[in-house]
């Protein structure tokens, strides 16, 4: 079964740039999230997908960030406009619904570099 | 507010010794706990779980980890550390899901484990 996947795996963008990162979860994962670790600290949660609808979105910072899942299958994270403080490395993972307790798996995730 | 603390950032062991990675987690009711690794250039793997059940956890590449309530850690550990295991390792724990099935996760800070040969 193949894994979470990211694309790009590197993105390097000017501030006031756009970005658009993306998800493919696992097949059949309906729980998609978006995390973001910054340089050093720890790796926080963005947000929460069940299928297309956003579950839970306390993490995302501001109104620069947008999350899509059309169709609940792979989900896009824009960022516009990108400031430094963007720059981290995005994570998706994904999980299987109706297991409580499963783990999340994780996709290599996307290096952001905002110059 | 659940969070997670990783006391260390840096640990070192020599190839052969038994090795302890440090988590103390806090959440208002029973923890899910998690550790995951991440190995350079690669995502986030997952090794071991704990939810329910023997406080001590078996999980990948030889690792477990022993929930222990009372202290609130979940410290991960290994009998005979590998150079291969050098790695930043990750604690998370997680609330009791809701209905619908999966919550998110908060991690600790990271600690960078060296294997010296």
């Known amino acids: 079964e193949a894994g979470v996947t990211q694309f790009p795996s590197h993105s390097v963008i000017e501030k006031g740039q756009t970005v658009t990162l993306r998800c493919d979860p696992i097949?059949?994962?309906?729980?998609l999230y978006w995390y973001r670790r910054v340089m050093g600290k720890e790796i926080k949660f963005l947000l929460h997908f069940v299928k297309e609808s956003k579950q839970d979105e306390s993490g995302m910072p501001n109104n620069r960030f947008l999350a899509e899942r059309t169709g609940g299958t792979y989900s896009t994270l824009k960022v516009q406009p990108a400031e430094l403080e963007d720059s981290g490395v995005y994570f998706c993972a994904s999980s299987h619904r109706q297991a409580s307790g499963m783990a999340q798996y994780f996709g290599p995730g996307t290096r952001l570099t905002v110059t | 507010a659940q969070s997670v603390a990783q006391p260390e950032d840096q640990v070192n062991v020599a190839e052969g010794n038994p090795l302890t990675v440090k988590c103390t987690y806090s959440v208002s009711g029973n923890p899910y706990l998690f550790w995951y690794v991440q190995y350079p250039n690669r995502g986030l793997q997952f090794l071991l779980k704990y939810i329910t059940g023997d406080n001590l956890v078996k999980g990948s590449y030889g690792f477990e980890a022993e929930f222990n309530k009372s202290q609130t850690s979940f410290h991960l550990k290994k009998p005979s550390a590998l150079v291969s295991d050098s790695a930043l390792y990750f604690c998370?724990?997680?609330?009791?899901?809701?209905?619908?099935?999966?919550?998110?996760?908060?991690f600790g800070t990271g600690t960078r484990l060296t294997i010296i040969p």
């Open positions: 097949s059949g994962h309906d729980n």
């Open positions: 998370a724990v997680r609330d009791k899901p809701s209905n619908f099935g999966n919550e998110k996760l908060t």
